[in-house]
Nanobody, 116 residues
Framework: QVQFVESGGGLVQPEGSLKLSCAAS????????MAWYRQAPGKQRELVATIASGGSTDYVNSVKGRFAISRDNAKNTVYLQMNNLKPEDTAVYYC??????????WGQGTQVTVSS
């Protein structure tokens, strides 16, 4: 069982930037797909971005060109660089292994609030 601790969230103005980090309790070297998800108030959790072990990435359409996912297997950490943030990006952000089917239990997440 791998556990995740997300950090880096906060309050930011529209068009601002944040970089989220996700520290895993175990090695992610052998995990093919790592992902970031988010859950806005009153909405279902959605898959935002994925990164494969080979480095290929994929994003939900609403964040393409603004968000960038990366991973550092040596540090067992996954990152999400978020630029040009919009109010609709406000949500609790989580990371996990897998894609549409997360493999492990959820961490506490990190709150991102985009507001002027």
């Amino acid at each position: 069982q791998v556990q995740f601790v997300e950090s880096g969230g906060g309050l930011v103005q529209p068009e601002g930037s944040l970089k989220l980090s996700c520290a895993a309790s175990g090695s992610i070297f052998s995990i093919n797909l790592m992902a970031w998800y988010r859950q806005a108030p009153g909405k279902q959790r959605e898959l935002v971005a994925t990164i494969a072990s080979g480095g290929s990435t994929d994003y939900v359409n609403s964040v393409k060109g603004r968000f960038a996912i990366s991973r550092d297997n040596a540090k067992n950490t996954v990152y999400l660089q978020m630029n040009n943030l919009k109010p609709e990006d406000t949500a609790v952000y989580y990371c996990n292994a897998g894609g549409f089917i997360p493999l492990y239990s959820w961490g506490q997440g990190t709150q991102v609030t985009v507001s002027s």
